[in-house]
């Protein structure tokens, strides 16, 4: 998650006074506002639980009212605190921490405690509705969700729940999956849009995995109609034969030979992000990524208008990480995500072994970069617990203690280690406007083929040099 302050706000007090807000955004998006008392309150009880040896450097008080650069200063100095916390894989997951942002969030968008009803959606479209509070936090709207599904509670921590952004004309945008520290009624009801959803999908990666999910009745339903559905929107590939015998399958209801099949195509299980831009293999390239199979995998437009395709691979990245900036609005236009006429513009950047001894950094610019990189980070989080002979209920458990490395804006995030890093110095590349062709999301149709990305506007299956399907 990336956590950043990027403005200010004077606001009136209810004596009349006014104060200063800091505007705590995560993703872009706005979490909270908060004001500096209420953090140096977090800050002293951090230190009271942890000690003051574990707790970061907290911006001191000041006797008098502060001068805009003093303003501005304090701003910069809660941002890398904020930043710090959140990094420490002790404080970052503690329940202080999370609680601490969680009534943040419930009191910056003004939303009393009481009974609610929560829409959930599954792949397929079908909506769940759910009795919640709206101060439920993620890990009890999920567990409402199974409850209502009759999912066993072993089964629950293969699932998540995600913010997505499905548009009229078919677009579907993962925005990110919700995390420990929010409300999920309150992330979906602040948005004010219709477009904005919450949905179901497995949380893991290894399709070995899929075997425990299918023993169960609810599982195999979820896995089927996320696997259908993966189908329609041309994230799986699949030639007219292939299309055929799916076609088939679900006809005779045959929900695990359907399964079975859909895992030996290309692209099964992966997640597809909307076109961004990259720097590999040359600055300015249009590139469609998607991530599964332990890789980001490129699908790229040159500048010559060529078409290739390439996968990065997880065990061959050194280390990778988010950074933001602030960068005027061209078109003059308001964007929520970002102060007056300033946007956030994110990037991915990740250091590859393109060769023996030759390490590259290579970048994505994208609104969702953060979340290919809570994706990166799974991959490895499960690398490292299959290695280490855990399971994936560990691994959930390891995930909340806050055990393995999490990625930030401008931290490092390692996996396994390869070499020792060059000049991390890279050059900033242009941004892409354009979006996702529509899709069907009514099932397997004729035209599933003819929707998938990689069917159209990419051809064939280049290689890019240095770039191998083994890992180390």
Same mark, same amino acid.
């Given at each position: 998650?990336?956590?950043?302050?990027?403005?200010?706000?004077?606001?009136?007090?209810? =004596?009349?006074?006014?104060?200063?807000?800091?505007?705590?955004?995560?993703?872009?998006?706005?979490?909270?506002?908060?004001?500096?008392?209420?953090?140096?309150?977090?800050?002293?009880?951090?230190?009271?639980? %942890?000690?003051?040896?574990?707790?970061?450097?907290?911006?001191?008080?000041?006797?008098?009212?502060?001068?805009?650069?003093?303003?501005?200063?304090?701003?910069?100095?809660?941002?890398?605190?904020?930043?710090?916390?959140?990094?420490?894989?002790?404080?970052?997951?503690?329940?202080?921490?999370?609680?601490?942002?969680?009534?943040?969030?419930?009191?910056?968008?003004?939303?009393?405690?009481?009974?609610?009803?929560?829409?959930?959606?599954?792949?397929?479209?079908?909506?769940?509705?759910?009795?919640?509070? !709206?101060?439920?936090?993620?890990?009890?709207?999920?567990?409402?969700?199974? !409850?209502?599904?009759?999912?066993?509670?072993?089964?629950?921590?293969?699932?998540?729940?995600?913010?997505? *952004?499905?548009?009229?004309?078919?677009?579907?945008?993962?925005? #990110?999956?919700?995390?420990?520290?929010?409300?999920?009624?309150?992330?979906?009801?602040?948005?004010? &849009?219709?477009?904005?959803?919450?949905?179901? #999908?497995?949380?893991?990666?290894?399709?070995?995995?899929?075997?425990?999910?299918?023993?169960?009745?609810?599982?195999?339903?979820?896995? %089927?109609?996320?696997?259908?559905?993966?189908?329609?929107?041309?994230?799986?590939?699949?030639?007219?034969?292939?299309?055929? *015998?799916?076609?088939?399958?679900?006809?005779?209801?045959?929900?695990?030979?359907?399964?079975?099949?859909? *895992?030996?195509?290309?692209? %099964?299980?992966?997640?597809?992000?909307?076109?961004?831009?990259?720097?590999?293999?040359?600055?300015?390239?249009?590139?469609?990524?998607?991530?599964?199979?332990?890789?980001?995998?490129?699908?790229?437009?040159?500048?010559?208008?060529?078409?290739?395709?390439?996968?990065?691979?997880? !065990?061959?990245? #050194?280390?990778?990480?988010?950074?933001?900036?602030?960068?005027?609005?061209?078109?003059?236009?308001?964007?929520?995500?970002?102060?007056?006429?300033?946007?956030?513009?994110?990037?991915?950047?990740?250091?590859?072994?393109?060769?023996?001894?030759?390490?590259?950094?290579?970048?994505?610019?994208?609104?969702?970069?953060?979340?290919?990189?809570?994706?990166?980070?799974?991959?490895?989080?499960?690398?490292?617990?299959?290695?280490?002979?855990?399971?994936?209920?560990?691994?959930?458990?390891?995930?909340?203690?806050?055990?393995?490395?999490?990625?930030?804006?401008?931290?490092?995030?390692?996996?396994?280690?390869?070499?020792?890093?060059?000049?991390?110095?890279?050059?900033?590349?242009?941004?892409? &406007?354009?979006?996702?062709? &529509?899709?069907?999301?009514?099932?397997?149709?004729?035209?599933?083929?003819?929707?998938?990305?990689?069917? =159209?506007?990419?051809?064939?299956? %280049?290689?890019?040099?240095?770039?191998?399907?083994?890992?180390?």
């Amino acid at each position: 998650m990336h956590f950043s302050i990027p403005e200010t706000e004077v606001r009136s007090g209810e =004596n009349g006074s006014t104060y200063v807000a800091y505007n705590i955004h995560v993703n872009g998006v706005l979490h909270c506002r908060v004001r500096y008392s209420q953090l140096l309150g977090l800050h002293e009880q951090i230190k009271k639980e %942890y000690g003051n040896n574990v707790v970061p450097a907290f911006p001191p008080k000041k006797i008098f009212t502060l001068t805009p650069a003093e303003v501005e200063q304090r701003r910069e100095q809660l941002e890398k605190y904020m930043q710090a916390v959140r990094q420490d894989p002790m404080l970052g997951t503690s329940e202080m921490f999370n609680s601490f942002l969680r009534k943040a969030q419930q009191e910056t968008q003004q939303i009393p405690t009481e009974e609610v009803q929560l829409e959930v959606h599954l792949s397929n479209g079908q909506k769940v509705r759910v009795n919640i509070l !709206t101060s439920d936090q993620t890990e009890d709207v999920l567990e409402a969700v199974a !409850t209502k599904l009759d999912l066993p509670d072993e089964l629950v921590g293969y699932f998540s729940l995600s913010l997505v *952004q499905e548009s009229a004309e078919g677009g579907y945008t993962f925005v #990110r999956k919700l995390q420990e520290f929010e409300l999920p009624y309150v992330s979906v009801t602040s948005l004010h &849009s219709p477009d904005f959803h919450i949905v179901l #999908r497995k949380s893991y990666w290894d399709t070995a995995y899929d075997n425990d999910v299918m023993d169960n009745r609810v599982g195999l339903n979820l896995l %089927y109609s996320q696997t259908v559905s993966d189908i329609e929107r041309g994230w799986i590939l699949v030639n007219k034969d292939q299309h055929r *015998q799916l076609k088939s399958l679900q006809e005779k209801g045959s929900k695990k030979e359907l399964i079975r099949l859909a *895992q030996t195509l290309k692209y %099964y299980g992966y997640i597809k992000f909307d076109p961004c831009v990259t720097d590999f293999p040359e600055k300015g390239c249009h590139v469609i990524v998607s991530a599964g199979n332990n890789e980001l995998n490129f699908h790229v437009k040159l500048p010559s208008e060529q078409m290739k395709e390439g996968s990065f691979k997880v !065990t061959r990245m #050194r280390c990778w990480r988010v950074t933001s900036s602030q960068v005027p609005v061209t078109n003059g236009s308001a964007n929520p995500c970002s102060s007056a006429k300033c946007e956030v513009k994110l990037e991915l950047a990740f250091e590859y072994l393109m060769s023996k001894d030759r390490l590259q950094w290579v970048t994505i610019t994208s609104p969702q970069a953060i979340m290919m990189s809570i994706c990166l980070q799974s991959m490895v989080d499960e690398l490292m617990v299959k290695k280490s002979g855990g399971s994936i209920k560990k691994m959930q458990k390891k995930r909340l203690n806050g055990a393995l490395h999490r990625s930030d804006s401008n931290q490092a995030v390692k996996s396994p280690p390869l070499l020792d890093s060059p000049d991390p110095n890279r050059e900033q590349v242009v941004k892409l &406007s354009t979006k996702l062709t &529509s899709v069907s999301l009514r099932g397997i149709s004729a035209s599933s083929s003819n929707n998938d990305i990689s069917g =159209n506007d990419f051809h064939g299956n %280049y290689a890019f040099e240095g770039i191998g399907d083994d890992d180390l």
